[in-house]
């Protein structure tokens, strides 16, 4: 009998701790799954620069890290590369410097994932959604498209958290704030954004809507938050500074980089326009892996290809490119043309089976989400967040359509953490509208 009562207090202490931090067991289960992808990585020796813009990342983090500068040159001359920002290229250069195998980057990008799905818990928490935050936040931690490239060099788990922290400072507002935090948060939303923005111009249609969740802050005076935009903004330009000095040194124009000249040409041009961005200086990675560089990557090639992309706008129409854009739109939610890990582990160049099966999933899961997301709007309006519905529905807008028609899956990844946060609240306003429904008419029919 007294075995039996041990027994049972013991299993009574187990479920009361499990009662009492329901939260450590979530992300500590989470933290398990990612991390034992990066054991699955680690033992089935997958690249983890795959495709040809990891490849890029890399070896520009590895020229920086040798001292070579900001290139994508494979030998002398370094020529200075103006594609790619510098802000992912130097964490990748930071990391590589520990381990060169990659795996410390691919561990560090599941953190920053880690965290960017904690950071969305508080915001559910502060809307008073925990319970549905718990579904929605691990639907995000386990996100295949997401978790599949933040497994590999690409930038966008990097930018995506630097993005998300930028919003989350701005949106979590506690019930009582003291002065120095509310500058605190003001400076390193600032801070956050400029990073992201150095790891992906794109970072730039974030903010708008930022800047507008920083003004209808209701808890802080007028005068107090134009200073806060004020500060919020110095940040930002402070740390983007350097990078706009350097190429207006380079190409006597202070550009951030030489992205939407390629996407011109790369989606508007001929074919021999095409062709002609493929012909720069080759590249090769640690394996002995050649690639090209690509015209348009280098500072003494810039004023050929902005002079090239202008002619294409000149003769397809910068109407025509608008509307171009706003037709491919619907890619940001329905284009899911990445392969699965079997496939990589395969490599193999055609989908399996369970790729093309899990790109049809992921479309009717899209679908559902995209008339989650409208819900989440339609809730935050309900409850007269008219700020908040108005930031993060022009955020994910602008994203949408200014993409230059390369709004492939990819480049909702960055968006996961807003599409989520909308999609946990239209699931919840959903629930709770027909919940009403239902009691209505029970009630009726009595």
Not at 14 to 43: D, E, N
Not at 210 to 226: D, H, T
Not at 292 to 300: C, D, H, I, R
Not at 374 to 382: D, F, I, P, Q
Request: hydrophobic share 50%; net charge positive.
């Amino acid at each position: 009998m007294e075995t039996s009562a041990a027994i049972e207090r013991g299993t009574s202490k187990k479920f009361s701790f499990l009662r009492r931090h329901p939260r450590l067991i979530f992300f500590g289960f989470l933290a398990i799954l990612h991390a034992a992808s990066i054991y699955f990585v680690a033992t089935k020796h997958l690249d983890i620069s795959p495709i040809q813009d990891a490849l890029q990342y890399r070896l520009i983090g590895q020229n920086v890290l040798a001292g070579h500068g900001f290139s994508l040159s494979p030998n002398a001359p370094y020529l200075p590369q103006v594609l790619r920002p510098p802000s992912y290229p130097l964490f990748l250069a930071a990391l590589e410097f520990f381990d060169k195998s990659g795996l410390l980057i691919i561990a560090v990008q599941q953190i920053l994932l880690l965290l960017s799905g904690w950071m969305l818990f508080k915001l559910f928490d502060q809307y008073g959604r925990p319970k549905i935050g718990y579904c929605f936040t691990g639907l995000f931690l386990i996100e295949p498209l997401q978790w599949m490239l933040s497994l590999q060099t690409m930038s966008e788990s990097f930018y995506g958290f630097f993005m998300f922290l930028s919003l989350y400072l701005l949106l979590r507002r506690p019930n009582t704030e003291s002065a120095k935090w509310f500058w605190l948060r003001s400076a390193v939303a600032g801070v956050a954004l400029g990073i992201a923005t150095l790891a992906r111009p794109v970072g730039l249609l974030w903010t708008p809507g930022l800047g507008l969740l920083l003004i209808s802050n209701q808890q802080v005076p007028l005068a107090k938050k134009l200073k806060g935009c004020l500060l919020f903004a110095t940040c930002f330009m402070l740390l983007i500074s350097s990078w706009l000095i350097r190429n207006y040194a380079l190409l006597g124009t202070p550009t951030l980089s030489s992205s939407y000249q390629y996407n011109v040409i790369s989606i508007f041009g001929t074919p021999a326009e095409k062709k002609s961005l493929e012909e720069g200086p080759q590249i090769f990675d640690a394996k002995g892996r050649v690639g090209s560089a690509m015209v348009g990557f280098n500072a003494n090639e810039y004023p050929n290809i902005k002079k090239k992309a202008a002619e294409v706008t000149a003769h397809i129409g910068q109407k025509n490119i608008v509307v171009s854009q706003l037709l491919c739109a619907p890619k940001i939610w329905f284009d899911s043309r990445y392969d699965t890990i079997l496939d990589m582990i395969r490599k193999g160049t055609k989908q399996s089976f369970l790729g093309r099966f899990a790109t049809y999933l992921d479309n009717m899961v899209w679908a559902t989400m995209l008339l989650l997301v409208v819900g989440g709007l339609v809730a935050l309006y309900k409850e007269k967040k008219y700020y908040v519905a108005l930031a993060l529905g022009s955020i994910i807008l602008a994203n949408a359509v200014i993409t230059l028609c390369v709004s492939y899956s990819r480049m909702r990844v960055p968006l996961l953490g807003i599409i989520f946060f909308l999609g946990g609240l239209g699931a919840s306003y959903l629930y709770g509208f027909c919940l009403r429904f239902s009691r209505g008419r029970r009630s009726a029919m009595k």
